[in-house]
């Protein structure tokens, strides 16, 4: 079978890799940096499990409930049920690879996330994407060693190899930036590149690598984008040189607490809006509450995060990296000073339109991780995206696997002639820069129609500006996109509220968003979501649905008994 | 105030040459990697003489010193430079590559020896941890290591292609050495207990062992090859790593399991 190919070396990359080398395929890791240096290694709060260790009698029943519910219900139910009854195994399965989750008295300890009742985040202090990336990372190099994967660094994605008979992909085109050349690689390809925060330089708390070029290429070659109006605000970050600091969720999770001064007096307005979950409210919920206040003439526009409650034990033992880095780069000490936050760009919900296996619009290609648009639905739950990673990185490997053995070798023919010009594939940092004001601009916490007019009026400004780069255009049609999509989805629901729409509409938009780029023309387009399959009813990257649960090829079983016999 | 930026500028195969900026920071907060992300996105960028300059090429990720991508010599000394405040720089900042790694271009340089000696050395988990470390919060320390270089840079005894990999090696190596510490049992009953997530974890399963060795044999003799031997201790690595690890206590640990223990059993007749 020939090579697969991933794009992108953080948790889904790395994830895909691993249960490719574990079916003995062979697979390319290409990544613009090392995994040490993808985004995933920020992720500090934790990974959401049901694995019931804090004795509340928790599920994956009820794990998979709340996702969909803080989702608003756009998310695959189907899908969603498949990750969350996983999660326990995989976390489980990192610690055999040896990640040192927290523990009390010898026992693994979960905490408490937004938007989940139950404690069923399982974390290492307050660097859970760091240690959680090194283990995978331990893991892919045994690969390495035994053939079965090879790491490329320095490598950036250029385009998808396409056959011009019927849109199949063929391969991809890379670049190693280090030498300058372009490199074609046949074969399948997996895209893991992370969401697209660089389409807001300097507003989001992401990293400068994930620049949302590889989306806006892999769009304008015909990918359909899926529900990427969606914009995640965690409530509480902080604006630090160049991007914007997050105050992980965790904090309150193990009791910090929010408010703003009213009329001068502390006012502790999520408590006493939202009794039940108080400061673990979904996020989208916190943000736009936070939103209001702060716009409230009696409460003096700032908002605070109160940590100072936190015995000195949790700083130690829980959230030490946290407080070093507040004290680092916000110059206060959080355990005695409460930390002025407000809500910043976190997380894409949307992204690549992937099916219940991850597989993308185009045939041969798949998407993983923040990139695809799988789990999360209209709000993403904190703990629920590195899971995502981590569960969809390795579902796709399995279509990919599925596929190839199916269809066969596509051969190395590259189908089209390609000419690579450093020059058109630049986004110069200023115009990258004009183009995320006016983006945030239209697509803050409240939107409303002539807000995204506006910006929509804007980026086309920008795109008949002379002399702009082929890679300027295309990140130009990106943030087109996410536009129209805010633009026709006309209701309030998770990240998205219209304040001209402001009610949710089930019957109208309980659907997800399309957006697809076909010979220069954009449309947006709407899709009932999955129904709920019954109970007994399994899904098979392979085979997709069986009836019984139990697939009957014996490939299939085989490995299933592999399984059991190194387990 | 004003700033002279003095750069080590250098393209691919051509000779380096200084090359300074003036540059103006905006407030007390800005680190030599704002400065450089402001510098490129003036347009044209010009020097302090008004000559028209290329984009400075540098690797940055994270801004917020949890990457190691931004690892250069910063005053001559190596650093991160979203670390590096530039009020704490005077009115005069000198940026240059790392010195131990080929340059790729003005402040890039190739670590990708770092990665291939860490092949060489083993570094995986030959079997499942059944067990968590015997001391987690060392196996955590050991989790934080950014794969920077720096660590490298200031150490007399490692260099490029040579056989001591150094710091850099040592320390993710410590959680693995400290998993292979135990493992006589098969954790905790609530852990065991598999309940909703019945599931197996087939999605991520379990890669072979590749040596058919039980436990970390090579990579215990690869440790002491590769570190054991060719640290001098001077411990000039202390006190730099951006991360804060205690390389000290790691050594120690792994000194204890991948050497002194398996002395031990070499002389009791164990280990060929
Ligand atoms: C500060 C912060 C804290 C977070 N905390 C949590 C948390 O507590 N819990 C949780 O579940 N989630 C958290 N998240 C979210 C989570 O970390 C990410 O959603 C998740 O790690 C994404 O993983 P990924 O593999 O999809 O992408 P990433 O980790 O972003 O990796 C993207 C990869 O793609 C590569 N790449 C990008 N562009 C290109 C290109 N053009 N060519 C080639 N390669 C490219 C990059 O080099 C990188 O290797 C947090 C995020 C942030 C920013
Ligand atoms: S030990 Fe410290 S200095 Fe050395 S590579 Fe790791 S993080 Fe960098
Ligand atoms: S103690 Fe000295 S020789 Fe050993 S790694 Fe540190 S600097 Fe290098
Ligand atoms: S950019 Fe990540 S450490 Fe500086």
């Not at chain 2, 195969?13 to 992300?37: C, K, N, R, V, W």
């Not at chain 2, 941890?129 to 920077?148: F, H, V």
């Amino acid at each position: 079978m020939e090579k697969v190919n991933i794009i992108g070396a953080g948790i889904a990359g790395l994830s895909a890799a691993i249960r490719l080398a574990r079916m003995n395929v062979q697979s390319l890791l290409i990544s613009s940096q090392a995994s040490e240096r993808a985004q995933s290694v920020l992720a500090e709060g934790g990974i959401n499990a049901a694995m019931d260790l804090m004795g509340e009698s928790d599920s994956w029943q009820e794990h998979c409930s709340d996702t969909l519910k803080g989702g608003v219900f756009l998310a695959d139910p189907n899908a969603v049920a498949g990750m969350t009854a996983a999660a326990p195994g995989l976390v489980r399965r990192l610690q055999e690879l040896g990640v040192p989750f927290q523990r009390e008295n010898g026992q693994m300890i979960q905490r408490n996330f937004g938007g989940q009742k139950k404690k069923r985040t399982a974390y290492a202090k307050s660097s859970t994407g760091k240690v959680l990336v090194n283990a995978l990372i331990d893991e892919v190099r045994k690969a390495e060693a035994a053939g079965l994967t090879k790491r490329l660094c320095h490598h950036d994605f250029v385009r998808l190899a396409l056959s011009e008979a019927d849109g199949q992909c063929l391969g991809v085109w890379i670049r190693d930036t280090y030498g300058g050349a372009c490199l074609f690689c046949p074969g399948p390809v997996i895209l893991c590149f992370g969401g697209f925060c660089g389409l807001f330089p300097g507003l989001s708390t992401g990293t400068s690598q994930n620049t949302g070029d590889a989306l806006a290429t892999v769009f304008s070659q015909g990918a359909v984008l899926a529900n990427p109006e969606f914009i995640q605000y965690h409530p509480t970050t902080a604006a630090i040189t160049g991007k914007r600091l997050l105050v992980s969720e965790a904090a309150r999770g193990e009791g910090g607490r929010l408010f703003a001064l009213r009329n001068g007096r502390k006012w502790y307005f999520m408590e006493e809006k939202y009794p039940e979950l108080g400061n673990l409210m979904p996020r989208d919920v916190i943000s736009r509450e936070m939103f209001l206040v702060s716009r409230d003439p009696a409460c003096g526009g700032e908002i605070f995060l109160d940590m100072t409650g936190l015995s000195p034990e949790t700083w130690k033992k829980k959230l030490p990296d946290l407080r070093a880095q507040i004290l680092r780069y916000l110059k206060l000490d959080p355990a005695c000073t409460p930390v002025p936050v407000s809500p910043g760009i976190h997380y894409f919900m949307g992204g690549l339109y992937a099916d219940e296996g991850h597989r993308t619009s185009i045939p041969g290609v798949y998407a993983a991780g923040e990139c695809a648009c799988q789990y999360h639905g209209a709000n993403r739950l904190g703990g629920n995206s590195m899971l995502g990673a981590l569960y969809g990185g390795g579902v796709a490997a399995e279509s990919a696997a599925a596929d190839a053995s199916v269809r066969g070798c596509a051969g190395t023919s590259v189908g089209e002639d390609f000419c690579f010009s450093e020059e058109n594939e630049t986004v110069s940092p200023a115009f990258g820069q004009r183009l995320g004001a006016i983006l945030a601009q239209g697509l803050g916490i409240v939107r409303d129609a002539q807000g995204l007019e506006g910006a929509l009026e804007g980026v086309r400004g920008l795109l008949r500006q002379p002399g702009i780069t082929q890679a300027e255009a295309r990140r130009c049609l990106l943030g087109e996109a996410v536009l129209r999509a805010a633009l026709a989805r006309k209701e309030s629901r998770g990240a998205h509220y219209r304040s001209d729409y402001p009610e949710r509409d089930d019957a109208g938009f309980r659907k997800t968003t399309l957006v697809s780029l076909r010979s220069g023309r954009m449309e947006v387009s709407f899709r009932e979501v999955p129904a709920r399959r019954e109970a007994g009813d399994k899904y098979d990257a392979r085979h997709g649905v069986s009836k019984s649960g139990i697939c009957s090829k014996s490939s299939c079983r085989e490995e299933e008994a592999g399984d059991e016999a190194s387990g | 105030m004003k700033l002279r930026a003095e750069i080590l500028r250098r393209q691919a195969g051509g000779e380096p040459y200084l090359q300074t900026f003036i540059y103006e920071p905006a407030d007390e907060a800005e680190t030599a990697a704002s400065m450089l992300t402001n510098l490129n996105a003036r347009k044209p960028l010009r020097d302090a003489d008004g000559k028209e300059a290329s984009p400075i090429r540098w690797e940055c990720s994270c801004l917020q010193k949890k990457c190691g991508a931004c690892a250069m010599r910063i005053n001559g000394v190596p650093g991160l430079a979203c670390d590096v405040k530039l009020s704490a720089c005077g009115e005069r900042i000198r940026l240059e590559p790392l010195r131990k790694f080929p340059v790729v271009a003005d402040l890039i340089v190739n670590r990708d020896i770092m990665r291939e000696n860490l092949i060489r050395m083993h570094l995986w988990l030959e079997q499942d941890a059944l067990e968590p470390a015997a001391d987690q919060e060392l196996a955590y320390d050991a989790s934080r290591c950014l794969q920077c270089g720096i660590c490298l840079e200031v150490c007399p005894n490692y260099y490029g292609g040579g056989p001591f990999t150094g710091l850099a090696a040592a320390v993710p190596a410590a959680r693995v050495l400290q998993l292979e510490k135990r493992g006589d049992g098969h954790g905790s009953e609530a852990e065991r207990k598999t309940g909703p997530g019945k599931e197996k974890p087939k999605l991520f399963g379990r890669l072979r062992a590749l040596t058919g060795e039980k436990r970390a044999l090579p990579l215990a003799r690869a440790y002491e090859k590769q570190v054991f031997e060719g640290c001098g201790k001077s411990l000039a690595c202390r006190n730099i790593c951006p991360a804060g690890i205690d390389a000290g206590r790691l050594l120690a640990s792994s000194n204890a399991v991948a050497v002194w223990k398996r002395l031990r059993s070499r002389k009791a007749g164990r280990e060929s």
